[in-house]
Structure formats: structure tokens, C-alpha cells
């Protein structure tokens, strides 16, 4: 049975337009949702957690991560996007056995749970078995984190340019794990989309995510692979609607914009990794200039770190210098700045949540809402004096400094530690899982590795 709490005297950024920021507030919790916010005053029956030091904020929501790979970080830091495809798709991703998802699964959540990420859509296109997938879910509802699971493909289904039809596995699954639609793991459909399967796989895949009556969210705008108006195509088969989140958009021409606009889509940045693999322009400030919601995500773990700060400062630093470069070759100044930290937070929370199709439920401290709430500390050298409360999760924020997270109103997370999960035994269960997938795969040194290029597109 969840517990009524009363968070106390914290620095609260609600991400609500009509309640606006608290410099000293209240957050009120009870029975998994928030009850109340501001200035409560005393005599309140309830779990008083001190927010002193610390800044309130709704827990933050990643659009889009390939959870799975995380037995794999890092390797690809140093790769390509086309030795991506290489390295992962045809080498690693073939050789996961069922625990390997697990494994996988379960580090990756409580990973971006104790970095404040609440809510997570899991872009999950790697269940080469049943076994796969029953593997990856039941790792995600362990965690306890907020998700949305999106059925992916099989590895041999996705290696680009596909014709290999969509598993129907994905029926079993919705009927298995997901009866309601109102849990806190839910489903959607992760297609490959016009890029990387052939025209008829791809309406396939979109009329059984009809068929279901579950949300799409697709790769569009990646690179050399999204610059033939994946999105224009879409649309011209009736597949693009509000329940679509098109993931890095990089590469789509100004029309596929006006789209995704037109047609109530939301959109998924992944700033760090797009700009280490060259998948184009960043696509928020085309997004902002078109009100589209427009979030963020972490995508590759093989790549970046899984944290929110370090995405929410990529985006921002990003976004701004392809603006300021751009005047400087014209001799201009830019003024104003093109985009804020407010700009990037609401991304990081509020949009996020309208792009995961949660916007009723997550995404800022509204009373109504389910209780995703997260502490971050700023009693620290890096954070003092406080200022300027949000340009200071944005700028200086980091993992080490989230000291409570909630979910739906359960703490799972407190005073720094997660709760209820044993890290040793956890970071035992992945090494063994990985040290087991790299035999199989015949890769002697992760480090040291250097696949080819991949080149079919």
C-alpha cells in the first residue's frame, strides 16, 4: 500500500505553467499520486521528508534507449554509425541468449533510476526469441522504474535494409504481460520504419501496431539513412498521428517537420550520440519553432552515459552552437539565445512525457498526477551559491547528487542509495553475462575493437 508523504521546504520546480516554481515549498504525496503543492503549512498526517538543500523536480523521462546493449557500454564509444550496425547488429546482437536481456534489462533500469530517469521507453529490438523478450519485461517490471516497452525486432530482422515481416510474437506479449493499459509498464510498437525495411514490411509493421491499439515510435531522420523523407512517405500511406514519436529527425527536410506538426507527432532527441555518429543536424530547434513536443533521450549506452544532466547539457550546448556558428559566418551576434535551460528541462520532463504518450499521467507536479518526484541535492561546492535553481540541474547537475526518487509514489531511492537492490550482485549478474556474450561473439579485447563499415543502405 503506497504512503502519504510530505516533502518539506524544498526549492520546487513544478514544470506546471499555472503553478509556476517555489522557492520554498511542499509537495504533498499520497496513495501514488500528488495531492498537493506549495505553501502547506503545518499539521499534515504524513511522512515528512526533508527537503532542505534541495531542488523538486518531476522525474525526468527518456524517449528512447536501446536498454538492452547495456552489457555492452562504451565499446562503441570510439565507432561509427556504421560500425554500429557492424559491430552491434552483426556481431553482438546475434549472440544475446535470453539471460543476457535480463541482464541487461535490469542494469540499465535501475542505471536510469538512480540518475533520476523515472520513466524510460525502452526501445527493445532484440528479442530473437520469445525467450528474449519474456527475458527483457520481466527484468523492467523487477526495477520498479515507470516504462514503456516497445517491441522491437529480432537481430537478423533488423539489419538494414530489411524484408524479414514482423514477428507476431508481439500478440502473445501485449495478452501475457500487458492486459490493462493502465500499469505502470506499458507497450508500444518499435518498427524499423521506412528507413530500414522495405515499403511493404514497414506497412506491415504499422497495421499491426493498429491491429493492437498501441503507440509507434520509429527511427526517422538517422544520417545518410534518413535523407530520403522517410516522414513524406509516411504520411503519404496514412502513418503518421498523434500516437507517433519519430526518433532523432536529424536528416528530415523542413517539410517532414511541418508533418509531424500537422499531424499531433512528438519527437525524440538523442544529442550526445547524433553528434558523435553524424546523424545531422539537431532537430529541437526545429522541433521548438513548430511546437511540436519535442523530448530527449540517451539511445545507445554502447556510446554515452545514461544520465539526463549529461544529455540535457548536450542538447543545449548543441542546439546553441549550431546557431552561433551560423552567424559568425554571416558576422551577426546572436540575440537572444536560441535556446534555454527552461527550454531543455521541460524537454527533459513535460514534453518527454507528452512524446512517451504519458502527458495525463508524469511530467510535471500536478496535483492529479502519478508521483514521479525526484531530490536533487545542492548542499555541494559545485552548486553553491544557488542562483539560479534550473540552470543549475542543467549545468552542474549529475547522478551523484539525485538523493530521492519516487515512483508512483513509492521511494526507491533514498538519501543516495537505491532501495531494495543489491548493486554487487547485480554488477555480478551483468559481468558474468558479458564475459559469457563476448566468448560467444569472438571478441577478444570490447576496448580495442574496431568493425568494419557497414554498407548497405
Not at 523530448?295 to 549550431?322: E, N
Request: aromatic residues 6%; proline residues 4%; hydrophobic residues 40%.
Amino acid at each position: 500500500m503506497a504512503k502519504r508523504y510530505l516533502i518539506r521546504g524544498a526549492r520546487v520546480l513544478t514544470q506546471d505553467a499555472e503553478l509556476g516554481d517555489f522557492d520554498r515549498g511542499d509537495v504533498l504525496v499520497n496513495d501514488g499520486a500528488i495531492e498537493a503543492v506549495g505553501h502547506l503549512g503545518e499539521g499534515i498526517d504524513a511522512e515528512v521528508i526533508d527537503g532542505t538543500d534541495r531542488i523538486a523536480l518531476p522525474g525526468f523521462v527518456d524517449t528512447h534507449r536501446h536498454s538492452w546493449q547495456s552489457l555492452i557500454r562504451h565499446v562503441s564509444t570510439d565507432w561509427t554509425l556504421s560500425q554500429y550496425f557492424s559491430g552491434v547488429r552483426g556481431v553482438l546482437g546475434k549472440a544475446y541468449e535470453p539471460e543476457d536481456m535480463y541482464a541487461a534489462n535490469l542494469i540499465a533500469m535501475l542505471d536510469a533510476l538512480d540518475s533520476g530517469i523515472t520513466t524510460l521507453v525502452d526501445w527493445s529490438h532484440n528479442n530473437n526469441t520469445p525467450e528474449h523478450a519474456d527475458a527483457a519485461i520481466q527484468a523492467v517490471v523487477e526495477s520498479g522504474i515507470r516504462c514503456v516497452w516497445g517491441y522491437g525486432n529480432s537481430n537478423d530482422e533488423w539489419l538494414p535494409i530489411s524484408s524479414i515481416p514482423q514477428s507476431r510474437d508481439v500478440v502473445r506479449i501485449a495478452e501475457q504481460w500487458f492486459p490493462t493499459k493502465d500499469d505502470r509498464v506499458t507497450l508500444a510498437l518499435a518498427p524499423r520504419g521506412p528507413q530500414f525495411a522495405t515499403e511493404e514490411v514497414t506497412l506491415q509493421d504499422f497495421a499491426l501496431a493498429k491491429e493492437l491499439g498501441i503507440p509507434v515510435t520509429v527511427h526517422t531522420g538517422d544520417g545518410v539513412w534518413g535523407k530520403g523523407l522517410p516522414v513524406r512517405w509516411m504520411a503519404e500511406h496514412g502513418l503518421t498521428d498523434e500516437h507517433t514519436t519519430y526518433v532523432h529527425c536529424c536528416a528530415l527536410a523542413d517539410e517532414e517537420f511541418d508533418i509531424i506538426a500537422a499531424t499531433g507527432g512528438a519527437i525524440s532527441c538523442a544529442p550526445e550520440l547524433e553528434m558523435h555518429m553524424g546523424h545531422g543536424k539537431l532537430a529541437a530547434l526545429r522541433g521548438h519553432a513548430r511546437d511540436i513536443p519535442t523530448s530527449i533521450s540517451i539511445d545507445v549506452c554502447t556510446s554515452v552515459g545514461g544520465d539526463m544532466f549529461s544529455a540535457m547539457r548536450a542538447l543545449l550546448a548543441g542546439s546553441r552552437y549550431l546557431v552561433n556558428l551560423a552567424a559568425l559566418e554571416r558576422d551577426e551576434v546572436v540575440d537572444p539565445l536560441p535556446l534555454t535551460a527552461r527550454d531543455v528541462l521541460r524537454d527533459a520532463t513535460r514534453a518527454g512525457a507528452r512524446a512517451a504518450w504519458l502527458a495525463d499521467k508524469v511530467g510535471s507536479l500536478t496535483p492529479g498526477k502519478r508521483a514521479d518526484v525526484i531530490l536533487v541535492r545542492t548542499d555541494t561546492w559545485g552548486m553553491q551559491p544557488l542562483n539560479y535553481p534550473v540552470g543549475a540541474i542543467v549545468e552542474s547537475g549529475h547522478p551523484m547528487l539525485v538523493d530521492l526518487v519516487m515512483v508512483d509514489g513509492e521511494v526507491v531511492k533514498r538519501d543516495g542509495q537505491l532501495v531494495g537492490h543489491d548493486f554487487a550482485r547485480v554488477r555480478q549478474l551483468a559481468e558474468t553475462a558479458r564475459d559469457a556474450l563476448m566468448q560467444r561473439a569472438g571478441v577478444a579485447d570490447p576496448g580495442l575493437w574496431q568493425p568494419a563499415v557497414y554498407e548497405n543502405r
